[in-house]
Structures are given as structure tokens and as C-alpha cells.
């Protein structure tokens, strides 16, 4: 036991160190490791926490950045600042919410229909193939629409979406797996199946599945402020970007701030996540190194 721990221990090391070899995979990996820490302590050191539940300030409505307001005030004259950072959370929770899901979801399904083959891989892909031949946003729409616009809703729309993406990727990679000589002398010996997928499968998907889920991650998030932006993701006064981007709109180009820095928060977020993914899987699969 102790030396299997003293081998994942040697893994981490070398993967943290490669990852210095890239500096975009370092530069994700320092907004993803700002935004986590915004999210744990940001809302405790904001100056304006009351701005984020739809306070009104109504004489100091729509002021530029300045000393008392870093971003600006909204319509509501509550401070962009203040609810950007407390909306940090509600995007994270968003985007983990969405991929954990989907990957409890898709990982298991992937595993099974690789791994046992026939009829129980027939009836899964056919299930998913389903799923993936409707467009995920218009899916997404259609969902959200019909349970009503919603936060929740959303996420629950977004992991309806997502799952088949899992089942897929799994799957490719359990079907290489089922092969291989270990797992045949696994077998041999008289494992059972759930000793094999456990032992054996599972581990093997994981470079994958970090890959997979740390890229969705950014792209989770943004399909949820897209949600938000369109009026049926969160709603105001809620602070979430995408719901704060779908009320400023009507306010620029004058008062360009307020969609600015929710937008900036979007963007950064999403850049981050994918750069880190890009490192990771060119740390993990260095044959897929497009350098």
C-alpha cells in the first residue's frame, strides 16, 4: 500500500513539473487557481456584500469605476464589483455541478457498453446516438422551456446535454482496455467483472476523464450564462454573469462597464479552464501535442 502511494506521489510530482513546461497551461492553471480562490473567500472581503441580493442605491445608479466602486454600478446602483466576485461561486457551482453530473452519468454508461460489449452496448450507444442527434443548445432550450427559466433548471437542461459526451469518450477507451494483457490475466485468475472495472478500467480512464472534465468545466459555464443571457438561466437580481451581461445590454455603449467586467469574468474563466485542459492533455497524451 505504501508503495503504491509513494508511485501516484512520484505521478503527481512529474505532472506538476511538466506543467511548467507550458507556459499557457501555467497561465490556466493560475486563473483557474484565482477564481477557485475568489469563489472560497471572495464574497467574505467584497465591500458591498448586500449588493448582491438586489440592494438599491438608486442615487448612485450607473457610476463609472472609481475609488468606491472598482467596476462601476448598475442600474440599481449596487456594485458591480461586489456582485462579479459573489458571482464567482454561482458560475463554479454551475459549471461542477453540470460536468459532475454528467460524468456520474455518462462514466459509468461508457464503462459498461465498452467493456461488457453486446446487447447492453447496443442498447446504451443507441440510447446515447439519440441524445447526440439533436443539437445540445436546441435540446437545452427546449428543456428549460418547458420546466420554466431557472438556475436549477439550467443545470438540469445542461447535464441532459452533456452526459453523451462521457458515454462516448469512456467507451472508445474501455473498449482498448478490455484487451489488454493484464486485464486478460485479470480474468483468467477469476476476477469478477466489478473487480475488473474498479481495479482495472476505471483507473486507466481517469487521464481521459481529468482531461474531458477540466476543458467542459470553462464550456459548462459558459453554456450557463448563455442560458442567463438569453433570460433562461438565473434571474435577477442574481448574481450571475451571464444574467448581468442580459440586463447591460440595453445600457450600452454609455454606461459600458456593467457588461464589461461580468463578460471579462466569462471569458477569463473559460480561457483559463481551456488552457489548463490543453496542458493536461498534452502532458497525459503527448502524441496529441499539436507543438
Known amino acids: 500500500m505504501s508503495a503504491r502511494r509513494d508511485a501516484r506521489l512520484r505521478q503527481v510530482r512529474f505532472l506538476l513539473w511538466t506543467l511548467r513546461g507550458s507556459a499557457s497551461a501555467m497561465l490556466g492553471l493560475a486563473l483557474v487557481a484565482a477564481f477557485l480562490l475568489l469563489a472560497a473567500i471572495g464574497p467574505s472581503l467584497v465591500p458591498y456584500p448586500d449588493d448582491a441580493t438586489g440592494a438599491m442605491h438608486l442615487a448612485q445608479r450607473l457610476k463609472p469605476p472609481s475609488a468606491a466602486h472598482w467596476f462601476g454600478t448598475d442600474e440599481m446602483g449596487d456594485d458591480i464589483f461586489s ?8 458560475s463554479l457551482w454551475v459549471g461542477l455541478t453540470i460536468t459532475g453530473l454528467a460524468a456520474l452519468i455518462g462514466v459509468p454508461l461508457g464503462i459498461a457498453a465498452g467493456y461488457l460489449g453486446g446487447r447492453p452496448r447496443l442498447i446504451i450507444m443507441r440510447i446515447t446516438d439519440t441524445f447526440l442527434a439533436v443539437p445540445g443548445i436546441v435540446l437545452a ?5 418547458a420546466l420554466g427559466p431557472g438556475i436549477l433548471h439550467g443545470v438540469l437542461a445542461l447535464t441532459i446535454v ?10 472508445a477507451k474501455a473498449l482498448t482496455l478490455r484487451h489488454e494483457p493484464y486485464v486478460e490475466a485479470a480474468r483468467t485468475m477469476g476476477a469478477g467483472h466489478g473487480w475488473i472495472l474498479l481495479r482495472h478500467i476505471l483507473p486507466n480512464c481517469l487521464s481521459v476523464l481529468v482531461v474531458k472534465t477540466s476543458m467542459d468545466m470553462g464550456l459548462a459555464i459558459l453554456a450557463a ?30 454606461w459600458w462597464w456593467y457588461s464589461f467586467f461580468p463578460g471579462l469574468s466569462i471569458f477569463a ?23
Open 269 to 291: 474563466t473559460v480561457l483559463g479552464f481551456n488552457l489548463l485542459g490543453d496542458g493536461l492533455r498534452d502532458m497525459l497524451d503527448p502524441r496529441s501535442s499539436r507543438g
Open 141 to 145: 432550450l427546449a428543456i428549460v422551456a
Open 225 to 254: 450564462a448563455s442560458l442567463g443571457f438569453i433570460g433562461l438561466g438565473a434571474k435577477p437580481p442574481a448574481p450571475e454573469w451571464g444574467a448581468m451581461v442580459s440586463v447591460a445590454r440595453s445600457y450600452m455603449p454609455d
Open 83 to 90: 456582485r462579479v466576485i459573489i458571482g464567482t461561486r454561482t
Open 162 to 171: 452533456w452526459w453523451p459526451g462521457y458515454v462516448r469518450l469512456i467507451e
